[in-house]
Structures are given as C-alpha cells and as structure tokens.
C-alpha cells in the first residue's frame, strides 16, 4: 500500500517536454491578470502606472480608464510570446 501511495515520485523526469502553446498561454493569462491589477490599482499607486506607461507607452498606451482592456491585451500578447520562446528553448535543450 505504501509502494502504491509513493508510486508517483518514481517518475522520470529526463524527457518531460513542455507544451508550447499551453506554456504561453499560461504565462500570458499571468501577464494580462498583472498588468488588469496594476491598472485598476494605478489611483493608489501611482508608480505602477508610471511602469505600465513605460513598459507599453511606445504603443501608446497609458494607464487608467478604459484603456485597462488594451493593457490586458498587450499583457497577454507579450508574456504569451515570451512564455512560447521559453517553453521553446527548454524543450530543445532536453
């Protein structure tokens, strides 16, 4: 019964790939949550809406308003694409 119970810490972790798309999708609904908090918290503080301007301002973007919807989206795309490059390059140094 113990052997049954612990079964699952013999697993073999040399070839566990990760899956691309799911990576990036994961750490792009990260983002965009983040970048929704740092947004709607941007009247209390207000130096997280000076690093939301600076890191999305060359697209013009600015904190607060309705703008948060775009913010989500930028947040989204970017840990998105950065998520797939890592899951990418994790999977081919297997």
Do not use: H, T
């Not at 798309?21 to 941007?42: D, E, M, P, R, S």
């Not at 919807?69 to 947040?75: D, E």
């Amino acid at each position: 019964m113990a052997d049954k119970k612990r079964a699952w810490l013999n697993v073999s972790v040399s070839n566990q790939k990760l899956q691309v798309w799911k990576f990036g999708i994961a750490v792009g609904v990260i983002c965009a949550i983040y970048i929704l908090f740092i947004v709607l918290f941007a009247d209390k503080f207000p130096m997280n809406a000076a690093f939301v301007d600076e890191i999305y301002g060359w697209l013009g973007y600015k904190a607060g308003g309705i703008q948060a919807v775009l913010g989500v989206v930028y947040g989204f795309l970017d840990g998105f694409v950065g998520g797939a490059v890592v899951a990418w390059i994790y999977n081919k140094l297997l």
